[in-house]
């Protein structure tokens, strides 16, 4: 299943560049298609409300980097840290995680009807928080009249921050499944096969 679109929204040109110190808002009111050089809008519309001063955001997979500087209303203000080319649309993760889009959207929910109806053997959850998510996704297929095994998609940083948090996944979950690229922009690539190797002992 798609799971939630924590991304950007849409320029008037369809990209801009970002330079190492520009400031750049991210606006949760801003319209689409009216981002410009110093603003855009986000289809994450909570983001004000996850981020604290001092917080690193991650867009376009890291590729743009900046540092949130102070958090206004529905506005963040930040700092380009890592500068380069940002286009309509891209992802936003945290670093260290800790975004709170539910897992399952209302989008999601139609899709597990679909799926029962279609008869699919595996449902995979996207941005599982914790097994609460994974255990909705089970209800909401049981509902559907859909007996599908669980996939978890590791996604957040928080899911594999401590062991504990490991084990509730993988004891949630039918399968567990890494997703090596937002995983990999949250914790960072050098401790992808850490990880890896970690899930694998406790599964």
Known sequence: MQGPKIRVSTFKDGKIFLNIGD????????????GHQYAVGLDYKNLPNDVVPGDILLLDDGNVQLKVLEVEGVKVHTEVTVGGPLSNNKGINK??????APALTEKDKEDIKLAAK????YLAVSFPQSSADLEYARQLAKEAGLEAKIVAKVERAETVATEEAM?????????????????????????????????????
């Open 95 to 100: 670093l260290g995680g800790g975004l709170s």
């Open 23 to 34: 400031k750049f808002t991210l606006d949760a009111d801003l319209p689409r298609g009216e």
């Open 167 to 203: 084990d509730d996944i993988i004891l949630g979950a039918d399968v567990v499944m890494v997703a090596r690229g937002d995983l990999g922009v949250e914790i960072g690539d050098a401790a992808l096969v850490g990880v890896q190797k970690r899930l694998i002992r406790r599964g």
């Open 118 to 121: 279609i008869g699919v053997d």
